[in-house]
């Protein structure tokens, strides 16, 4: 079945340290993205891609990293820099050139937990 | 910038209960809009989604009109069970080539037997 995997489902960090969070999607989206998750406060975007080589920051990039080498790969990286990073992250896909816009594919999520 | 404005939970109702979920946003253009689902510990699936003013998407029984006039997208639903205890996420995006969702902050849904 096509979908999108995000790996591990959970992770403990200690302070300091980056973290890097997988997202595999087979579906042959051009478009892939990360929100993060807390309670209370929806869905914000981190950073979105829409080609391989290429990204965007989203509303809350400062802390995170991201690269597309491969059209199915969108890693996550959560460095040290990021002040507050305990939440759950959600991977997402999407087509480009879809009628309407907006619909996304999401992934089971990964639960960063900093020590 | 775009936004959206949903009622703040949980709610908390009884099997056959009717379910209504307030959704508003603010968009200039011709914004889509989405019902989003998020069960226990899973990530997001699409509910339904409406493309354009007066347009209504359902599934699932449940519906939600695109209201232009009043900038709403209300999530119904005339009998609730158990299994729709979910959190609702209601997002836009706001057309024009844009690929971008904008979600509210969710209401988390329980249903008690």
Redesign the interface.
Known sequence: DGG?T?SPKYLFRKEGQNVTLSCEQNLNHD?MYWYRQDP??????IY?S?IVNDFQK?DIAEGYSVSREKKESFPLTVTSAQKNPTAFY?C?S?I?GQ??????F????SRLTVL | GDSVTQMEGPVTLSEEAFLTINCTYTATGYPSLFWYVQYPGEGLQLLLKATKADDKGSNKGFEATYRKETTSFHLEKGSVQVSDSAVYFCALTPGAGSYQLTFGKGTKLSVIP
Do not use: D, M, T
Not at chain 1, 40 to 45: D, I, S
Not at chain 1, 106 to 109: A, D
């Open positions: 999108i995000q478009a209370g406060q929806g869905l914000r975007l979105y829409q989203g959600l997402a999407s480009l009628q309407p816009a907006g619909e996304l999401f992934g089971e999520g």
